[in-house]
């Protein structure tokens, strides 16, 4: 059964410091969500891809997180600088362009911020 | 705008007790519904969902919804635990019909199953 991958699974890094999170999407998946999650609450949508174009990012703090989907396939979530409130678990998910209702979730990644 | 509520951000079950969650949204229009399932440090699966139709609604692991459009709720249950059940469980809305549907999703309720 096809799966969204993401990595890194895990990671720590230390405040002010640069991180970047992979998407590789369900092959066939035209739209693109990622999520943040933070410890003991449900995610929340950061931005959402259709093919290469941003269609909602009215959630992304956009000082600090930038998103990128190049070729409409893979995405790329940065947050530079990080601080120790983007703790939280960061998920990826892909539906299908006939049934953009139902998402897939990939792993996620788990950062720590010190 | 929409919202979703669970209740009960924790529920203690004995194994092969019965399980109900419970799930309020608040939307404008007529919604899809969703329950997913994350165990400890994993993504989300989904269980099941509800668009139209029948409002009761089988998903895998032996769970079903119920979708009561006066209540604005759509709980889950399922008849018998397991152990493997133990986990978060997230109700989820979105807009029906619309195109790269945003879901909202509610605070999540971790079951805890007692041998």
């Known amino acids: 059964e096809a799966e969204v991958a993401q990595s890194p699974r895990y990671k720590i890094t230390e405040k002010s410091q640069a991180v970047a999170f992979w998407c590789d999407p369900i092959s066939g998946h035209a739209t693109l969500y990622w999520y943040r999650q933070i410890l003991g609450q449900g995610p929340e949508l950061l931005v959402q891809f259709q093919d290469e174009s941003v269609v909602d990012d009215s959630q992304l703090p956009k000082d600090r997180f930038s998103a990128e989907r190049l070729k409409g396939v893979d995405s790329t979530l940065k947050i530079q600088p990080a601080e120790l409130g983007d703790s939280a678990m960061y998920l990826c998910?892909?539906?299908?362009?006939?049934?953009?209702?139902?998402?897939?979730f990939g792993p996620g990644t788990r950062l720590l911020v010190l | 705008a929409q919202s979703v509520t669970q209740p009960d951000i924790h529920i203690t079950v004995s194994e092969g007790a019965s399980l109900e969650l419970r799930c309020n949204y608040s939307y404008g229009a007529t919604p899809y519904l969703f329950w997913y399932v994350q165990s400890p440090g994993q993504g989300l699966q989904l269980l099941l969902k509800?668009?139209?139709?029948?409002?009761l609604v089988q998903g895998i692991k032996g769970f079903e919804a119920e979708f009561k459009r006066s209540q604005s709720s759509f709980n889950l249950r399922k008849p018998s635990v397991h152990w493997s059940d133990a986990a978060e469980y997230f109700c989820?809305?979105?807009?029906?019909?619309?195109?790269?549907?945003?879901?909202?999703f509610g605070g999540g309720t971790r079951v805890l199953v007692k041998p």
């Open positions: 998910a892909s539906s299908h362009i006939d049934r953009q209702e139902t998402q897939y």
């Open positions: 509800y668009f139209s139709g029948d409002t």
């Open positions: 989820a809305v979105g807009p029906y019909g619309a195109a790269g549907n945003k879901l909202t």
